[in-house]
């Protein structure tokens, strides 16, 4: 099943002729990611910017905030972002709070029924089912549990994902640049929009960088730098609970990290070569070119590269 595409096509706002076929052709005849599809189309518009909590959502809120939800270690995993969402949104909010009165209200009606005829109290099934079709009422399909089931759709990704493709960190917090004799407009505009995390702006800089000066004896720190920029920026975050890489931007990363080595002539800063060698590895890995990644990997260690360590790391994991 082939959910990786699937994810990159649904998480677009808009497909060409050619990804809309490649989407129907995923879909066609395998029900599973059909399933998917649906769930993560519902969900994605239940979490838009300025959308409000479904009633099916604040009713099993309820229920897990006077302890009667069936589905409380599930659950848990979605309360920081409901209540967040209340704090923000006053017509949620004052929803809220009307459930609860709802659910106060048949509780001590049922409570007192039940323990007027004489039999046991407020945790019987019978009365959380009947405090459920009161404060939930009647569906076919219950959007919270869509998000719960999407949620562990993801959870399922991140388990199985490659430990190579998660928490891959090409800037540190603590990022200091030196200018390796980049002193022009462009490249010092390229490295502060890096340090703002704005990096489609840093791209722009640091390519118009090249293209005024591509015969610059050190422009090979400009393509190493871009190389860097272009793996952030291929950064995907699906909903806050799954990353994805975009092919595109990666490929753009090692070409840039390529044309570093190819310019990186001179005898002072061979080190960034070697560094290049692993940055375009980890590109390599993911896009799932292993085979290929290792060759570099094998080049920083036995030239005795600043990644030397990592790169052993990550030849232990893809030879297990």
């Known amino acids: 099943?082939?959910?990786h595409q699937l994810l990159d096509l649904l998480d677009k706002k808009s497909l060409t002729p050619e990804e809309n076929k490649r989407f129907q052709e995923l879909l066609s005849g395998n029900p599973e990611l059909k399933y998917v599809a649906g769930i993560y189309s519902k969900v994605k518009?239940?979490?838009?910017?300025?959308?409000?909590?479904?009633?099916?959502?604040?009713?099993?809120?309820?229920?897990?905030?006077?302890?009667?939800?069936?589905?409380?270690?599930?659950?848990e995993f979605l309360v920081p972002k409901i209540e967040k969402h209340l704090?923000?949104?006053?017509?949620?909010?004052n929803?809220?709070?009307?459930?609860?009165?709802?659910?106060?209200?048949?509780?001590?009606?049922?409570e007192h029924r039940i323990n007027s005829s004489g039999k046991s109290g407020k945790h019987t099934p019978i009365l959380i089912k009947l405090k459920q079709n009161k404060v939930i009422q009647k569906t076919t399909y219950s959007i919270a549990a869509l998000i719960l089931l999407y949620f562990s759709v993801y959870s399922v990704i991140n388990l199985v994902t490659p430990s190579y493709k998660k928490d891959f960190i090409v800037f540190?917090?603590?990022?200091?640049f030196?200018?390796?004799?980049?002193?022009?407009?462009?490249?010092?505009?390229g490295i502060a929009e890096i340090d703002n995390n704005n990096y489609d702006e840093a791209i722009k800089s640091l390519k118009k960088d090249i293209k005024d000066h591509p015969d610059d004896k050190t422009i090979f720190y400009t393509y190493f730098i871009l190389g860097k920029t272009y793996l952030e920026a291929s950064k995907k975050n699906i909903l806050g609970i799954y990353n994805d890489y975009d092919a595109e931007k990666i490929s753009a990363a090692i070409e840039a990290f390529k044309k570093s080595i190819e310019k990186n002539t001179g005898p002072?800063?061979?080190?960034?070569?070697?560094?290049?060698?692993?940055?375009?590895?980890?590109?390599?890995?993911?896009?799932?070119?292993?085979?290929?990644?290792?060759?570099?990997?094998?080049?920083?260690?036995?030239?005795?590269?600043?990644?030397?360590?990592?790169?052993e790391e990550l030849l232990k994991v893809l030879e297990n």
Not at 96 to 108: G, I, K, L, P, Y
Not at 268 to 279: E, I, K, P, V
């Open 268 to 311: 002072d800063f061979q080190h960034l070569n070697l560094d290049s060698y692993y940055y375009i590895a980890r590109g390599l890995l993911l896009l799932n070119k292993k085979d290929e990644a290792k060759k570099y990997l094998e080049t920083v260690i036995s030239q005795k590269g600043s990644f030397k360590q990592k790169a």
């Open 95 to 110: 929803n809220f709070a009307t459930f609860m009165e709802e659910f106060a209200s048949v509780d001590n009606f049922l």
């Open 172 to 176: 540190n917090d603590t990022q200091k």
């Open 87 to 93: 704090h923000e949104c006053e017509r949620c909010k």
């Open 1 to 3: 099943m082939d959910i």
């Open 178 to 189: 030196t200018s390796r004799g980049r002193i022009t407009t462009e490249f010092q505009k």
């Open 45 to 75: 518009t239940v979490a838009t910017e300025g959308s409000h909590l479904d009633s099916q959502i604040l009713g099993e809120y309820v229920l897990y905030k006077n302890n009667r939800s069936e589905k409380t270690e599930t659950l």
